[in-house]
T-cell receptor, first 112, second 113 residues
């Protein structure tokens, strides 16, 4: 069984640019959640997608947006990058919005 | 708003010692609570999940307890090993419409050989 995968593993962007991060959910999982983890902090919830619909959103501005596809993979898009967007971005999938979330290895984003 | 606190932020123990990591939360209306392990620069590995109706869960040398009335959970690690060195994160899903995991900042554990 394939676990949650994320791409790319590392990314360097400059301030003002746009970035797209990708996540493939675990087989049989229909829910994907995205988290931002700054250095030395716990992950912060960005949003969740359930069956291609946004199912909850944390305290992040609209320049953070997402998509979930029919195969339940997902994208996180961030526009107008700021220095503070530098973080580890984690994707998690689950069989339902309330169930155990299984995390991918993350994408490390550095904004210069 | 749910807040999760983990104390201490860092802990260093000699190999073989039994230890307890603490997690406290402000709102007792939770759906479940999870303990995760995170190695440096890596993703999260789920260790134990406790449903709201449960008091504890065990897996190998790990035991997690939940006391909703006091807003506390503990992770007990028996006979610690250097390979247990990592950051341990507590996270919970609150009851109600929100479905996100709310995390603490973690306890960085170092087990010395």
């Amino acid at each position: 069984e394939t676990g949650v995968t994320q791409s790319p593993t590392h990314l360097i962007k400059t301030r003002g640019q746009q970035v797209t991060l990708r996540c493939s959910s675990q087989s049989g999982h229909n829910t994907v959640s995205w988290y931002q983890q700054a250095l030395g902090q716990g992950p912060q919830f960005i949003f969740q997608y359930y069956r291609e619909e946004e199912n909850g959103r944390g305290n992040f501005p609209p320049r953070f947006s997402g998509l979930q596809f029919p195969n339940y993979s997902s994208e996180l898009n961030v526009n107008a990058l700021e220095l503070d967007d530098s973080a580890l971005y984690l994707c998690a999938s689950s069989t339902d919005a309330w169930e155990t979330q299984y995390f991918g290895p993350g994408t490390r984003l550095l904004v210069l | 708003k749910q807040e999760v606190t983990q104390i201490p932020a860092a802990l260093s123990v000699p190999e073989g010692e039994n230890l307890v990591l603490n997690c406290s939360f402000t709102d007792s209306a939770i759906y479940n609570l999870q303990w995760f392990r995170q190695d440096p620069g890596k993703g999260l590995t789920s260790l134990l999940l406790i449903q709201s109706s449960q008091r504890e869960q065990t897996s190998g040398r790990l035991n997690a307890s939940l006391d909703k009335s006091s807003g506390r959970s503990t992770l007990y690690i028996a006979a610690s090993q250097p390979g247990d060195s990592a950051t341990y994160l507590c996270a919970l899903i609150s009851s109600g419409s929100a479905r996100q995991l709310t995390f603490g900042s973690g306890t960085q554990l170092t087990v010395l050989p």
